[in-house]
């Protein structure tokens, strides 16, 4: 098993940054891929962003731009950082683990963090 507690959430003020991090515990060894999905209200959750073991990135086209995703392999922890946020940026985010493959379908991530709070005021 591998547990994924995140923190950094917060309130911004549109155009404001934000960084988020994601520390993995457990099963370590297992993770190939670490992404990041958000989940607004009333909305299903989407893929955000996702690093493979390997260090190489992948990005909605959404947040193409302006998130970037980094990982500490050493300390198991993969971090958000949020710039130039947007009012559509806010959303529950959370962490996600996946075994193999750089997935940006939920379905295909076994592990998943408790979310953390982003809201972008105006």
């Known amino acids: 098993q591998v547990q994924l507690v995140e923190s950094g959430g917060g309130l911004v003020l549109v155009g404001g940054s934000l960084g988020l991090s994601c520390a993995a515990s457990?099963?370590?060894?297992?993770?190939?891929?670490m992404g990041w999905f958000r989940q607004a209200p009333g909305k299903e959750r989407e893929f955000v962003a996702a690093?493979?073991?390997?260090?190489?990135?992948y990005y909605a086209d959404s947040v193409k731009g302006r998130f970037t995703i980094s990982r500490d392999s050493a300390k198991n922890t993969v971090y958000l950082q949020m710039n130039s946020l947007k009012p559509e940026d806010t959303a529950v985010y959370y962490c996600?683990?996946?075994?193999?493959?750089?997935?940006?379908?939920?379905?295909?991530?076994?592990?998943w963090g408790q979310g953390t709070q982003v809201t972008v005021s105006s």
């Open positions: 457990g099963r370590t060894f297992s993770i190939y891929t």
């Open positions: 996600a683990s996946a075994l193999s493959g750089m997935p940006s379908r939920s379905d295909l991530y076994p592990y």
């Open positions: 690093i493979s073991r390997t260090g190489a990135p």
